[in-house]
């Protein structure tokens, strides 16, 4: 593989040849980086080719992708989500220009679908027989789903705080599935456990450097959509803290194409309850586990496992980490949908609940344009929705008792 340079420890800077190691660095136990050479990249990508291109999905920026091809990766439609550019949200918070990517879009309706895909490409050229992983569901929902026709048997190791309808997604896919009684830190373990035993491969992000490399296919689309500029900030949820760190990645790769001359700020926005990355971006980078509880199951982490390179992008894009309570939270999935037309899962809702935080406290600049990446689904956890909402009234059968309903909801006179 030409265009890949190395795979490097972000902790030591150990480097290696890409088929030496798949997971941590074996010296000190870091986390692998993938290098590119963006020279030899930089004389095939041409965006002024690109409005040729018409693959219209994450696949588009192959030549920035650690993989061969990905021929053999079932053809379900990942990336190229739509953006909307909102008014109503920028005019109530004032800001000029507002994006909001949804990543909910994607075959299994989350972002982890970018992640996974590059994970699968690179399980097919390993020819690898079994993968596993750990999530809450959104990360397992996506490899169940890329191996479901493959011959590959898919491992998932996940929690009771899985939300029943990602747990569906796993079991409809045909994955096999062990809900471990512990938490998300303690399926993690599980699985890493089985994948140093068994020899089988590991999808997990924070552990695997793949699937960061997909989700920063999010960021090029951003830029492209913004006729190859990068917004001025992009706000995201982060658990682990692989979506920002990849994200962050993707605006470094075009920086260093010399396709972006002004890079954005990262804002991480996570729950208050799993603020594990937000506590060590303001203590010198010093990561200390959380007992960590929130309704937003994609959130809930005690040890994040890409700490340091989401601190990374944090520092580098001198941008910033904010917390949002549950409460918060789950207040934000209606009015989200009722002003974006966006049902986003919590994870996704905690992304403008954290935008109105960081409007009210006056960091966003006039004439900037924000971006947010609402990374879920809504029907992935209907259960937490629905916790304020109230239930629809029954009536008899009877067009009498339809008006009096109507009536007292003021729909007729
Ligand atoms: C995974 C996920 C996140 C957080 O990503 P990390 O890489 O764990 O920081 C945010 N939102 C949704 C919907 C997710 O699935
Ligand atoms: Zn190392």
């Known amino acids: 593989m030409k265009k890949i340079l190395n795979l490097q420890c972000i902790n030591c800077g150990r480097e290696y040849k890409t088929n030496e190691v798949h997971f941590l660095c074996s010296s000190c136990g870091g986390n692998l980086e993938v290098n590119y ?19 219209y999905d994450m696949w588009r920026y192959m030549d920035l992708l650690p993989i061969n091809d990905h021929e053999k990766v079932p053809n379900v439609h990942v990336g190229w989500t739509p953006v ?41 050229e390993l020819g690898v027989k079994v993968i596993a992983d750990a999530s809450t569901g959104n990360a397992s929902d996506s490899v169940a789903c890329l191996t479901a026709s493959l011959p590959i048997r ?60 997909g989700k920063k296919t999010c960021a090029f689309e951003l830029c492209e959509y913004l006729g190859w500029e990068a917004p001025d900030k992009v706000v995201c949820a982060v658990g682990d803290g692989t979506v920002i760190s990849g994200l962050w990645k993707g605006f470094v790769d075009f920086q260093k194409l010399g396709i972006l001359e002004k890079m954005p700020q990262m804002i991480a926005i996570q729950a208050e309850g799993s603020a594990a990355i937000k506590n060590a971006f303001e203590n010198n980078g010093v990561v200390t586990p959380v007992k960590a509880k929130t309704v937003a199951d994609s959130l809930l ?14 520092q580098e894009s001198k941008g910033t980490a904010l917390t949002v309570t549950d409460a918060e939270i789950i207040a934000a999935i209606p009015e989200l949908a009722r002003k974006a037309n966006i049902f986003a899962e919590p994870a996704g809702a905690a992304v403008y609940a954290g935008l109105k935080k960081l409007a009210a406290a006056g ?32 009536i008899p059968a009877d067009f009498e008792s339809f008006k009096k309903t109507a009536k007292s909801k003021g729909l007729i006179k």
């Open 363 to 394: 960091l966003i600049e006039q004439d900037e344009t924000v971006a947010i990446i609402v990374g879920g689904n809504g029907l992935k956890d209907t259960f937490t929705a629905k916790q304020i909402l109230q239930k629809p009234d029954i």
């Open 301 to 314: 982490v005690n040890y994040p496992r890409d700490a340091q390179f989401a601190l990374q992008a944090l």
């Open 154 to 213: 898919t491992v998932v190791f996940t929690t009771k705080d899985a939300p029943f309808p990602k747990i569906t997604q796993l079991l409809i896919y045909g994955a096999e599935v062990f809900t471990v009684d512990g938490s998300y830190d303690d399926a993690f373990e599980l699985c890493k456990k089985a994948v140093e035993e068994y020899g089988w491969y590991s999808r997990a992000a924070g552990f695997n450097p793949f699937p960061r490399e």
């Open 84 to 124: 909307y550019d909102n008014k109503i949200i920028a005019k109530e918070l004032g800001i000029s220009k507002l994006l909001i990517k949804d990543e909910g879009r994607n075959p299994t309706g989350s972002i982890k679908d970018r992640g996974s895909a590059v994970a699968v490409a690179r399980a097919l």
């Open 37 to 55: 050479d963006y020279k030899l990249i930089a004389k095939r990508f041409r965006v002024d080719e690109f409005c040729d291109n018409r693959n």
